[in-house]
């Protein structure tokens, strides 16, 4: 089981919140422009893809304690 695709996913989607945190924060800015509405959506779908592939690693270690225990039996 590999599981670098996953935390490959949730390092991307920490980068994505932090960028969008950042389109936030300078919201004000002049000349900079960004829908807030918009970095609400990306930052709820950011955080739901996180939480999905934090799942997906947390099976595969269910998984691979199943299988090692089925292994010393």
Avoid at 19 to 25: E, F, Y
Avoid at 30 to 59: H, M, W, Y
């Amino acid at each position: 089981m590999d599981i670098s695709s996953s935390t490959s996913a949730i390092k991307d989607s920490f980068n994505r919140i932090d960028a969008s945190a950042h389109r936030v924060a300078n919201i004000n800015t002049p000349g900079f422009k960004t829908e807030l509405a918009e970095e609400v959506v990306e930052q709820i779908k950011a955080e739901k893809e996180l939480a999905a592939n934090a799942d997906v690693i947390r099976t595969q270690d269910e998984m691979l304690g199943e299988t090692i225990d089925l292994i010393a039996r």
